[in-house]
């Protein structure tokens, strides 16, 4: 799997937008980019995921790269229920053979970035 | 959304025991389903890969005896740590991805072996 490169931690204010970059240099043409969260002692979540235009959600705005060699996810308001860890995921398309559609491989995490928000 | 669920969210066990993990796709069917074990303050690290009516795919240095993963149904997978010993005290997850969306994972099960 291509890797992913993200900052170990970062910070913020209540109420400020955050901006988690994410660096993925060998990513290949058929590479979805996905974030998820994690909340301590919780299952991941899904946060967003897009391949080459930015994508927004009720959650976050995703930005990537005219190159797609990064991609930053957007919260355009930290609340405190924000902090968490981030994980950037570049996730290849398997359809199986019975899949009816288009279904994603395994999700290979990294270290993610730690995100604090400060009241 | 569709929703996973794992069970028990914790457990406690003595040394030498086993203990089962129960992972269910509550509405939608999972042929496919991870589980994953993350130590404190460490990453998710994938164990294996559960596949309905076949046998599971281990990745490189997971024991599969000790790890016995049964994929019984559509909506159901279980991971049984057998033996346990304390080092295999961790934060167990399992996931299930859905077809045309993203992947749900179960709110993990907390395994501590004294």
């Known amino acids: 799997d291509a890797k992913t490169t993200q900052p170990n931690s970062m910070e913020s204010n209540e109420e400020e937008p955050v901006h988690l970059p994410c660096n993925h240099s060998?990513?290949?043409?058929?590479?979805?980019i996905h974030w998820y969260r994690q909340l301590p002692s919780q299952g991941p979540e899904y946060v967003i995921h897009?391949?080459?235009s930015n994508v927004n959600n009720r959650m976050a705005s995703l930005a990537i790269a005219e190159d797609r060699k990064s991609s930053t996810l957007i919260l355009h308001r930290a609340t405190l229920r924000d902090a968490a860890v981030y994980y950037c995921?570049?996730?290849?398309?398997?359809?199986?053979?019975?899949?009816?559609?288009?279904?994603?491989?395994?999700?290979?995490f990294g270290q993610g970035t730690i995100l604090t928000v400060h009241p | 959304g569709a929703v996973v669920s794992q069970h028990p969210s914790r457990v406690i066990c003595k040394s030498g025991t086993s203990v089962k993990i129960e992972c269910r796709s509550l509405?939608?069917?999972?042929?496919?389903m991870f589980w994953y074990r993350q130590f404190p303050k460490k990453s998710l690290m994938l164990m294996a890969t559960?596949?309905?009516?076949?046998?599971?795919?281990?990745e490189q240095g997971v024991e599969k005896d000790k790890f016995l993963i049964n994929h019984a149904s559509l909506t159901l997978s279980t991971l049984t740590v057998t033996s346990a010993h304390p080092e295999d005290s961790s934060f167990y997850i399992c996931?299930?991805?859905?077809?045309?969306?993203?992947?749900?994972f179960g709110q993990g099960t907390r395994l501590t072996v004294v």
């Open positions: 996931s299930a991805p859905e077809v045309n969306t993203e992947a749900f």
């Open positions: 060998t990513i290949s043409g058929t590479d979805y």
């Open positions: 897009g391949l080459t």
């Open positions: 995921i570049l996730r290849d398309v398997v359809c199986l053979w019975s899949c009816g559609g288009t279904s994603y491989g395994k999700l290979t």
């Open positions: 509405d939608f069917q999972a042929t496919t």
């Open positions: 559960s596949n309905e009516g076949s046998k599971a795919t281990y």
